[in-house]
């Protein structure tokens, strides 16, 4: 970039224009180092947001654990994630002694988010991962990544990962409540009783707001639709389409997401770019599959009604023109536009050509009473 050329952008300019937030940007200066020129690149640019993808991930996981810890026992991948922590942490700190490193920093801390991932989530204690966590949030933060956040904030995450704080009674309740209606249909027990206790449940909250009501109706929306399908005796898979529902239009149109996990209830997070994204790529498949698909569709329709016009012609007429000049009692050529007899190979290609029509000729024949 030059200003001599104008093709610079200013920090203020790319945050103002939306290009960048303050947290990605930083995340692209932390990748490149203080004293060393960045060339902001598309790989810069895929580094930085899957840092912090990543980052996010880890965050509503371990937010995820502490509203609903698992009691995991210690396991030998727990103590290797634990000893990968402490490791870590020394990494950090030599980092930032020797001349603030900061890419150096962020691959240790990347390493270490990459180890917790392919780890076994059953295998890990909640202590273990809230440490990881609490660790992280307190770089992040010393990093200046999460706004003018208390590195000593012992509350894990960065800003961003919450859903609304009026939001939370309401939607909580209705993803514990979707958790135990997709449950019982997929097992198959979606008696009265059944649906009754999981709708029953009234949500104690103070004095509800303005901020609350939008998705205070959807929790009763949801209960509602539920008894309505109870009443009406509904098969299993409409008591999913309902759940899908939810998660896909009701909560996603509110800014919040669950997100499905197998053997484990779902997990509430914010709708974020990512989401967004690969929401519309979700899209852009279906839409091209439904595009082939309805090209198909025109071909096969016009092959058939193709098909039915030629089917109409009968074999005694389909060798009847300028081609020959004379033709058999069942319409076959025996002489060409010459006057000449038509070769006996020739005559064997013909002639499998009129018995193909003639069968063609009598189903469109059988078909239409004729």
Not at 236 to 246: H, I, R, T, W
Not at 312 to 341: A, C, H
Request: proline share 3%; aromatic share 6%; with cysteine.
């Amino acid at each position: 970039m030059s200003k001599s050329l104008k093709n610079f952008t200013t920090i203020r300019e790319a945050l103002r224009r939306g290009d960048w937030t303050s947290r990605s940007l930083r995340i692209i200066f932390l990748l490149g180092g203080w004293k060393d020129g960045v060339e902001i690149t598309d790989e810069l640019r895929k580094q930085g947001a899957s840092f912090e993808g990543y980052m996010n991930n880890l965050f509503l996981k371990a937010q995820d654990l502490e509203r609903q810890p698992s009691n995991n026992s210690s396991t030998a991948q727990d103590s290797t994630l634990r000893e990968s922590l402490a490791n870590a942490q020394a990494k950090v700190h030599d980092a930032l002694c020797d001349s603030f490193d900061t890419p150096a920093a962020m691959r240790t801390i990347s390493s270490l988010i990459t180890e917790y991932n392919l780890a076994d989530r059953t295998a890990l204690t909640d202590e273990t991962v809230l440490d990881v966590a609490r660790w992280l949030t307190k770089i992040v933060r010393v990093f200046g990544l999460d706004g003018s956040a208390d590195s000593n904030d012992t509350t894990i995450g960065w800003s961003g990962i919450e859903i609304p704080e009026a939001s939370k009674p309401f939607v909580f309740q209705v993803s514990k409540e979707r958790d135990e209606v997709q449950q019982h249909a997929i097992a198959g027990n979606l008696s009265d009783e059944t649906l009754a206790a999981i709708t029953s449940k009234d949500v104690s909250t103070p004095q509800q707001d303005a901020a609350a009501a939008p998705y205070a109706e959807v929790l009763s929306k949801f209960q509602e639709e539920i008894k309505a399908l109870a009443e009406k005796k509904a098969p299993a898979k409409d008591f999913l389409a309902l759940c899908d529902q939810l998660r896909d239009v009701h909560l996603w149109d509110l800014g919040i997401y669950l997100e499905d996990r197998e053997g484990l209830p779902a997990m509430v997070r914010p709708v974020d770019s990512e989401l967004r994204a690969a929401r519309q790529q979700k899209e852009e498949r279906e839409q091209q599959k439904r595009e082939a698909k309805e090209k198909r569709e025109k071909e096969e329709t016009e092959k058939a009604a193709k098909k039915a016009e030629l089917a109409k012609l009968s074999p005694l007429d389909m060798f009847r023109t300028q081609e020959y000049s004379g033709w058999d009692d069942e319409g076959l050529p025996i002489r060409d536009v010459k006057g000449e007899e038509i070769p006996k190979n020739k005559m064997k290609k013909l002639r499998k050509e009129w018995e193909k029509q003639k069968r063609l000729h009598d189903e469109w024949i059988l078909s239409n009473g004729k």
